[in-house]
């Protein structure tokens, strides 16, 4: 079965700094999906980014960027220019390419201070 | 485009009565799921759809959860009876089946059982 592990259950960084937030994962599949999501006090979950594993780049969003590390299972998120919009809770997700399952690891935290 | 459409925002019940939950995904969104993110946590998937197909259910309570997709669209999910365990916010979300595409999700149902 596919885990995903944050072991960084909060984070902070000052307005304009960057931050990388750390995501781990557990898979016998070589073919899936990563993404990480962003939920706001609203509750309304949003795409930030979105890697497949078979492409080598790593993807890019604007300020947001992933170090994906596919022979280390790693999946990290880089939000460059911080800004108070960004506070929030941030969940990284794995979507198995066979069978669609989409699973969340526990989320990170982060503040945002001006 | 209309986004996942969840009822009710929020409900209130007493341990051992019933509660029900809707969603009606974007349309021509062959994939649904139900999680249940408790305060703090990350969403655990409860059941994934296929159109009217189960794909997976096996974290699903199935002693008091119940769900299912009429049609291959709108989908309930029901507890019967409620616990105090209960109480946290149910998600739905849909995708396009298969491929990259990012599942959207819904505005969530806010369950406190008292």
């Known amino acids: 079965a596919q885990t995903v592990t944050q072991s960084q259950p909060e984070m902070s960084v000052q307005e304009a700094e960057t931050v990388t937030l750390s995501c781990t994962y557990d898979t016998s599949e070589s073919d899936y999906y990563l993404f990480w999501y962003k939920q706001p006090p609203s509750r309304q979950m949003i795409l930030v980014i979105r890697q497949e594993a078979y492409k080598q780049q790593n993807a890019t969003e604007n300020r947001f960027s992933v170090n994906f590390q596919k022979a280390a299972k790693s999946f990290s998120l880089k939000i460059s220019d911080s800004q108070l919009g960004d506070a929030a809770m941030y969940f990284c997700a794995y979507r198995s390419f066979s069978t669609d399952k989409l699973i969340f690891g526990t989320g990170t935290r982060l503040q945002v201070f001006p | 485009e209309a986004g996942v459409a969840q009822s009710p925002r929020y409900k209130i019940i007493e341990k051992r009565q019933s509660v029900a939950f809707w969603c009606n995904p974007i349309?021509?969104?062959?994939?649904l799921y139900w999680y249940q993110q408790i305060l703090g946590q990350g969403p655990k998937l409860l059941i994934q759809?296929?159109?009217?197909?189960?794909?997976?259910d096996s974290q699903l309570p199935k002693d008091r959860f119940s769900a299912e997709r009429l049609k291959g669209v709108d989908s309930t999910l029901k507890i019967q009876p409620a616990k105090l365990e209960d109480s946290a916010v149910y998600l739905c979300?849909?995708?396009?089946?298969?491929?990259?595409?990012?599942?959207?999700f819904g505005q969530g149902t806010r369950l406190t059982v008292v």
């Open positions: 349309s021509g969104h062959a994939t």
């Open positions: 979300a849909s995708s396009l089946a298969l491929g990259p595409t990012e599942a959207f």
């Open positions: 759809f296929q159109n009217n197909g189960v794909v997976d």
